[in-house]
């Protein structure tokens, strides 16, 4: 019996060049989905951030009249972080999955992903820096900057979770209601999952290959979001250290108690 709805959270800017891509790659697995026992139904969000080329006519023309297919626009770009909020306050699903426009992780791997997501796991990431993930022609710069930024979160957070980058995951939407983020750049992908985890949150990993984009480049501008990771990093190693001298004094104190 179909117990859960999915929500396909998608943020979309400037995009137009990958709209035929989600089209053709994205609704053959959502039709998968959609007949998949677990599914009540399966649901796609497009959140446009403020697009200035052709993407949010070429949404409306694809997906307008689709059943369980919402589309959003901001009327002005606001930032990844933003379009994330905005989906998710939009999903109605038990699970909401979050995934690129631009198929730098292939829509085939939303089913493995889901797989992953066993009643004990309230996030799956998929991983590329994990021993069995992998790179495929993405520029070097770009991943030294992303697994430097992983590699401090791995000491300040958990050293078991090897990527704390990607915005490809699934969430069962208590943990993300809990988790909510405050930045509205791409620094949100990562304030997600470190606040859910540093709440207790179970996260499983799922390796997978993150691929070059096929069309269209990146919009993330690096050094404000190298910037933004060592603010954030700066936090939460602060709150590390009072939540250790809190526990230390109260073992003191209940020492003293005794």
Request: aromatic share 8%; charged share 25%; with cysteine.
């Amino acid at each position: 019996m179909k117990s859960s709805i999915l929500s396909i959270v998608i943020p979309c800017y400037n995009e137009a060049d990958n709209v035929p891509g989600l089209e053709t790659d994205l609704l053959p697995v959502v039709d998968r989905l959609s007949k998949n026992r677990q599914w009540q139904h399966v649901e796609i969000i497009f959140v446009d951030d403020g697009s200035t080329d052709n993407t949010a006519r070429l949404l409306e023309t694809e997906f307008g009249n689709r059943e369980h297919v919402k589309l959003i626009r901001h009327g002005v770009n606001k930032g990844l972080g933003a379009a994330l909020r905005t989906g998710f306050e939009a999903a109605s699903g038990d699970v909401i999955l979050s995934t690129d426009s631009d198929a730098t992780y292939p829509f085939t791997e939303i089913e493995l992903m889901l797989e992953r997501l066993t009643p004990e796991v309230d996030i799956v990431t998929a991983s590329p820096y994990h021993p069995q993930g992998g790179i495929d022609n993405v520029p070097g710069y770009r991943i030294f900057l992303s697994k430097g930024a992983s590699l401090l979160y791995r000491i300040l957070v958990n050293p078991r979770l090897h990527t704390y980058t990607s915005m490809f995951r699934a969430y069962r939407r208590p943990v993300l209601e809990k988790s909510r983020h405050e930045s509205n750049g791409f620094l949100g992908v990562t304030e997600i999952l470190v606040r859910a985890m540093l709440s207790g949150a179970k996260v499983a990993e799922h390796p997978c290959r993150l691929r070059v984009r096929r069309y269209g480049q990146s919009k993330a501008k690096l050094v404000r979001i190298t910037r933004s990771h060592l603010n954030f990093q700066g936090q939460v190693l602060a709150y590390r250290i009072k939540r250790l001298i809190g526990l230390q004094q109260g073992a003191f104190l209940a020492e003293q108690r005794g």
